[in-house]
């Protein structure tokens, strides 16, 4: 693959990008690894290089991404989760990349509409907007209002994302590359590997897939809107499903103001701690109570309803926390928060997250420096969302790998903190959510829950059991077959296992079933 004309010309015109940005250096060794010497480098520098005074690196490597296309400009908002890999400033910076293009024709979009639902546009919509609202790397999205039906007998304002054409092989002739280039450098440059890139391309890679197929895009709305059905402070937009295939998904339209508008908000005569009340409350429960989150909730993806209510579009990106991971997150933030550090080792350790061996007391003094700090701090001055970052860097400085969408929940909570800044500086957004983090932490971590959750194990193993038995039994024959030998190695093992005491009740199990078949 790499060797084709073309390839080796893209990777030419990355390479030369990256310098004209300033933002080569990082990637002087990987490429340097992948067969492009350092004079070349340099005279590469030199050609196109220029100054960049005045930005940081982070922001340089922004400017480049945005200009080599959809495929990096996607890279670098997956890589704006991965703060433990390239510190929280770049990460930050990345953040911020704008994921705009030129828009496509209308003509295009119509022709892509009409292919994938085999019908006219005309049948599907009364009315059709050519001229798009927004224009992304991956899609564009235009305003319609539906053919009339029974429950819509004047059509129905929505709003329509198409694909961009031929987006599906640009990005896979990238990745190809991307992948290529990340297994080199994993090869050559050890010093690099620690930062995974062959692991940060595919899961750029899977997120894509998931982002070009838009019927899983609508799947991730209706799941979202379903968990909130009985919740009239957050809306999702309903997915019309006739109108919505693989490569255009129709949903219904939400007008609002913008979530960072404090000045329209007061104009409406919204009450701003209630709106940042409601939007701290919704991440809350997304997060914890159903462990499902939008995973992309900046001010461009959000709206405020004129009622109060949090809206919320564009569901390509969506994050998934399992219940123990849940519980492992609130364990350690409330022990952070009471300044037990000697308890959020101990967390760290019971949900298996270390390394054998590590040094507790070591964690516990590195916990330390974080925590003091920012002990006795107004609220309002206090970033969770970053002591969470500092937190997962201390633990991925002691070798524990972090889950990414423990990343991706954090780099939420600092977009939350950023918008509730701005609407009241004075307010700490995750205050006004204590009461319901109080009630959850009780109902879910408290002493009844725990005996409720053993009581659940047992349950779930006793329903195992009919399962285990018939295992064991075609053990036991088989060990009846052959014999059962226990040499003094074995026996010597197994008497020093002096808490395992479940391995002498098999081997009694077994003994009976061969003695009493």
Excluded: C
Excluded at 284 to 300: E, K, L, M, V, W
Aim: without cysteine.
């Amino acid at each position: 693959m790499f060797r084709s004309f073309r390839s080796i010309r893209r990777l030419a015109h990355i390479t030369v990008t990256f310098a004209r940005h300033g933002a080569l250096a990082p990637f002087e060794e990987a490429l340097a690894g992948a067969g492009l010497a350092p004079l070349l480098l340099f005279f590469i520098r030199v050609l196109f290089g220029r100054e960049v005074g005045g930005k940081r690196p982070g922001e340089r490597l922004a400017l480049a991404l945005s200009e080599l296309g959809p495929a990096f400009i996607k890279l670098g908002q997956v890589l704006a989760t991965r703060s433990d890999l390239l510190g929280e400033q770049v990460a930050e910076d990345l953040a911020k990349l704008q994921d705009q293009l030129p828009a496509f024709s209308a003509f295009e979009a119509r022709a892509t509409i009409e292919t994938e639902l085999g019908e006219k546009i005309e049948t599907l919509y009364q009315h059709f907007d050519d001229e798009p609202v927004s224009a992304a790397s991956i899609s564009q999205v235009h305003f319609a209002v539906t053919t009339p039906d029974e429950a819509w007998p004047e059509g129905r304002p929505v709003a329509v994302k198409v694909l961009r054409p031929g987006i599906e092989a640009a990005f896979q002739a990238d990745i190809e590359l991307l992948l290529w280039l990340a297994a080199l450098i994993e090869r050559t440059q050890p010093r690099l590997k620690r930062l995974k890139p062959v692991e940060v391309v595919q899961t750029f890679a899977a997120t894509m897939r998931v982002e070009m197929d838009l019927r899983l895009e609508a799947a991730s709305a209706a799941e979202l809107r379903e968990n909130f059905a009985d919740d009239p402070t957050y809306r999702v937009p309903e997915i019309d499903w006739r109108r919505t295939a693989k490569r255009a998904m129709t949903q219904e339209r939400l007008t609002g103001i913008p979530m960072d508008d404090r000045a329209a908000m007061l104009a409406a005569g919204l009450d701003i701690d209630e709106v940042l009340l409601k939007a701290a409350t919704t991440f809350f429960n997304q997060a914890f109570r159903d462990g499902y989150f939008h995973g992309d909730q900046h001010p461009g993806n959000m709206t405020v309803g004129y009622d109060g209510a949090i809206q919320v579009v564009d569901f390509g990106i969506m994050g998934r926390l399992a219940k123990r991971t849940r519980f492992f997150l609130a364990d350690m933030l409330l022990a952070f928060l009471q300044r037990d550090y000697a308890k959020v080792a101990q967390v760290y350790i019971d949900a298996g997250y270390l390394p054998a061996g590590t040094s507790v007391d070591d964690f516990t003094l590195a916990l330390r420096s974080i925590g003091e700090p920012i002990h006795g701090k107004p609220l309002h001055e206090i970033s969770f969302a970053r002591v969470l970052g500092q937190l997962f860097g201390v633990a991925e400085s002691f070798q524990m790998e972090v889950q990414p969408e423990l990343l991706l929940l954090q780099k939420n909570m600092l977009m939350a903190e950023g918008v509730s800044r701005r609407l009241n500086p004075t307010l700490n957004i995750w205050t006004l959510a204590q009461p319901l983090i109080e009630q959850w932490m009780r109902e879910n971590r408290g002493p009844e829950a725990r005996v409720l959750q053993a009581a659940e194990e047992v349950v779930h193993i006793v329903g195992r059991l009919p399962v285990v038995m018939r295992n064991l039994d075609h053990l036991v024959h088989h060990l009846s077959e052959g014999g059962l030998k226990l040499d003094p190695e074995a026996l010597q093992v197994i008497n020093r296992q002096g808490s395992s005491w479940w391995l002498w009740i098999i081997i009694a199990v077994l003994v009976a079933g061969l003695l009493f078949r």
